[in-house]
């Protein structure tokens, strides 16, 4: 218990239950079955970006160019499927969309590497270069009409349950997408060496290089990785909304990145862990839904990811303080206690 006192998602945890009680209160049919699965569904997109911020984060990097990247890779797959959708499937659909991802985040990881430009810099440079090729080709077209079985995909349930008026609902494909890409994430930075190498080199680049990390192999798979989640993310983008804008995802990194910081990971890199971002995920999407279902103008929501992203990162510093605090006291006594000795 002392220990769960002192964990970020505690009270991440805790601030969710709050919000879901009251907004409750306020309008039951928030807090219903159909309701959490409409709001898992709704969420899989910002929850697929931020599992890929999060690695980025946890290395010490940061990228703002997802949402160009996954624009690039949905467009694409747009264009594949009004022209030889009949001969595509949504195993390829995914394959390519993934592929484009990972080619355009290791153009970020080789621009940070190799020419030691902040990857702040180096992201925001790319995000506009990508939305300007993609805006200069497609002139701002947007694309729909795609074949009958991208949409019909979309509508899978792994299991469905029905309201009293007879309307299906229950977890989505795109969902379960989510669920096993949570997984995978989870399994890597906790179980592999890629792992604690990711945490190694957001805690102290030095420090993991002289312990034998390979920090351009790392570099390049987090952005990598964060080009993999832009690219399904397009994918699931498209399968919600079955239409395909060059502009469609503007303004989204915020969402994402409030979403990863409100779940305890450090801008300064080396702390962060995927409970917390699903966590955080959770609380944007219900602050969102939340506010729509009681009224709130949608401008205020802005508002309010601002003030989440300042107070999760005061938060993020603070406990940092704290622990380096203990940690010098700590080795001072230690230290005091070896002299006496």
């Known amino acids: 218990m002392k220990n769960l006192l002192y964990r970020h998602e505690t009270y991440v945890f805790l601030a969710i239950i709050i919000f879901v009680t009251v907004v409750s209160i306020i309008n039951p049919a928030f807090f219903t079955l159909e309701n959490f699965f409409d709001l898992l569904k709704s969420a899989s997109l910002m929850g697929t970006f931020a599992i890929g911020m999060l690695f980025v984060l946890v290395s010490g990097g940061i990228d703002i160019s997802f949402t160009a990247i996954a624009t690039v890779s949905g467009y694409t797959i747009a264009v594949l499927l009004l022209r030889i959708g009949d001969s595509l ?89 989510w669920i096993a890409l949570i997984l995978i994430s ?82 300064a890199g080396g702390s962060g862990s995927v409970l917390g971002m699903i966590l955080g995920v959770t609380m944007i999407s219900i602050l969102g839904n939340g506010m729509t279902i009681m009224r709130v103008p949608a401008i205020w929501y802005n508002v309010v990811i601002g003030l989440v992203i300042i107070v999760s990162v005061g938060a993020s510093a603070y406990r940092r303080k704290i622990f380096t605090r203990r940690k010098v006291i700590t080795e001072t006594t230690s230290a005091g206690g070896q002299s006496a000795a």
């Open 186 to 267: 989870w399994f890597i930075l906790k179980y592999t060496v890629l792992g604690r190498g990711i945490y190694a080199m957001g805690g102290n680049t030095l420090s993991a290089q002289r312990a034998g990390f390979n920090l351009f192999g790392l570099t390049l798979f987090v952005y990598s990785w964060m080009g993999l989640m832009a690219g399904i993310g397009s994918v699931i983008q498209a399968l919600l909304v079955q239409t395909v804008a060059p502009n469609s995802l503007v303004g989204k990194e915020m969402d994402v990145i409030a979403a990863v910081v409100l779940g305890g990971a450090s801008m």
């Open 89 to 177: 499937n949504i195993f390829l659909v995914f394959l390519i969309a993934a592929l484009i991802g990972i080619a355009l985040g290791m153009i970020n990881a080789l621009i940070i590497h190799n020419f030691k430009i902040p990857s702040i810099i180096t992201t925001i440079a790319t995000q506009n270069i990508f939305y300007g090729i993609l805006t200069v080709i497609t002139t701002g077209t947007w694309l729909y009409g795609f074949p009958k079985w991208f949409g019909d995909f979309a509508t899978i349930r792994a299991f469905t349950f029905y309201t009293s008026e007879g309307v299906p609902y229950g977890l989505s494909i795109v969902s379960v997408i």
